[in-house]
């Protein structure tokens, strides 16, 4: 296993330089309606603290501490295992976020559909997994043209069937795609029964590969699959023999013949078992130089449910990674004021489904700030607990002697940050003090 090379580096696009000046007004979550329209970029110099009451809530925010570290402690596991990464851009949706994500390192940005790549696309990144099969007549349309247009994408695709590999191959032909020097790159992507999408088996797989074999204008660069569905008590051994499958694929694939010529990529690992993506896929000992690419998407984030519980089991699997310094921290969290307090044990708080994420976890109450005091710190919230939400309030239950009242701010940590940012088209940065340093747009 090797490293391939690193993402094509280049100066901020214009489209990103246009992003900074994008205005924002009261339109947005959480900007007063009395502010004169403002440019994202200025946001840092506005001098906004969240606790200070500077902006309307509820507010969605990330700790710049937090996103430091997590992708510190990234970058060092990618060292320790050889692998790399292609963090999921689905999570965020943040142009902003990608470009962060490309200078810690990251060698690509997956999506997960065309419109996604086509955000990417606008703002200019240049080595893309659509980590999907690519269907229909506009979404391959736009592809074929952009690799038409830009002779620097490099883009990556997936195959589960030999149907969709003709498919692609004709349509690669009539788009005039150019022939080995310019293939479209596909991977062959790896299921499991009662799963998602992906080949069944091995010779469907064999089958699969010998058709893109066949086309002088398609590439298989790889193999693929998404672990992240298997679940239950046994989970990991699931996913460790599903992996298996993925290396016994590839070799199989390699002994016939059929991958391109190259380095060939191993991909699987979202944000749940990439350490054992990494150990599995990287002990396939292919003959090519082989490259392991993982696709977290909410590494950066981190969140305070479902993915600090999966975090936990990394750590329990794969104890060696506890040398890499303290573990990933939540950076994302929602605040909202408590807006009534009509039972003794009952607290309303003004945020809702359509403010966070409630797919897998409730959102968390943690800490707590009553507007004025000094010093402007948040305390520690305990023993209180999210039980329901509405479309814009949430129940909270909470213990009879709770301090909180009327007015006061509530820190919620989220779980699946997927499905909270995709609810926020503006979200906030501060630091440890909650001051505003920046904001980022997200494109849903």
């Known amino acids: 296993m090797s490293q391939p090379s690193p993402h094509p580096r280049h100066p901020p696009t214009a489209a990103l330089r246009d992003l900074e000046s994008s205005l924002i007004d009261g339109r947005q979550k959480s900007i007063p309606g009395h502010l004169p329209p403002l440019a994202l970029g200025e946001v840092a110099a506005q001098g906004w603290n969240i606790l200070a009451e500077d902006l309307t809530l509820p507010v969605a925010l990330l700790r710049e501490s937090a996103l430091a570290h997590n992708a510190a402690w990234m970058k060092a596991f990618q060292a320790h295992t050889g692998a790399v990464m ?134 298989l660069v790889g193999v693929e699959g998404f672990e992240g569905l298997l679940s239950g008590p046994d989970a990991a051994a699931k996913v460790a023999e599903f992996l298996d499958s993925m290396v016994q694929t590839a070799r199989a694939v390699e002994a016939e013949g059929l991958f391109a010529p190259g380095r060939v990529l191993l991909s699987a690992g979202g944000s749940a078992f990439y350490d054992l993506a990494a150990a599995k896929l990287g002990g396939a000992g292919l003959r090519a130089e082989t490259t392991v690419l993982t696709r977290s998407g909410c590494y950066l984030t981190h969140d305070s449910g479902s993915y600090a519980e999966h975090f936990g089991r990394v750590l329990e699997r794969t104890p060696q990674l506890k040398g890499l310094g303290d573990g990933m921290r939540p950076a994302i969290e929602v605040w909202a004021y408590v807006q009534s307090r009509p039972e003794p044990t009952r607290a309303l708080v003004t945020i809702g489904k359509r403010d966070v994420g409630y797919d897998q976890h409730l959102p968390l109450p943690h800490s707590w700030y009553r507007p004025g005091t000094q010093p402007r710190r948040p305390q520690p919230l305990a023993g209180h607990r999210c039980t329901g939400l509405n479309d814009q309030h949430a129940y909270l239950e909470l213990p009879a002697d709770s301090p909180l009242a009327v007015g006061d701010m509530v820190g919620l940590g989220i779980s699946h940050p997927c499905l909270t940012f995709d609810k926020w088209p503006l979200v906030m940065r501060v630091n440890d003090d909650y001051d505003v340093i920046g904001a980022i747009r997200t494109f849903f």
Not at 93 to 116: K, N, Y
Not at 129 to 152: F, H, S, T
Not at 173 to 187: F, I, K, M, S, V
């Open 86 to 219: 292609a963090p999921h851009g689905k999570t965020t949706m943040s142009p902003q976020l990608f470009a962060r994500q490309l200078d810690d390192g990251a060698w690509a940005m997956t999506v997960g559909t065309i419109q996604q790549l086509q955000v990417a696309r606008h703002y200019g990144f240049a080595r893309l997994v659509l980590a999907n099969q690519l269907i229909g007549k506009q979404a391959i349309a736009y592809v074929m043209e952009e690799l038409a247009r830009d002779p620097g994408f490099e883009f990556h695709t997936l195959v589960d069937s030999v149907a969709h590999a003709q498919m692609l191959a004709t349509a690669a032909a009539a788009h005039g795609l150019e022939q080995l020097t310019r293939p479209l790159r596909l991977l062959l992507e790896c299921g499991f029964m009662g799963g998602r999408t992906g080949v069944r088996d091995l010779p469907t797989a064999l089958a699969v590969a010998r058709a893109v074999k066949a086309s002088p204008h398609l590439a």
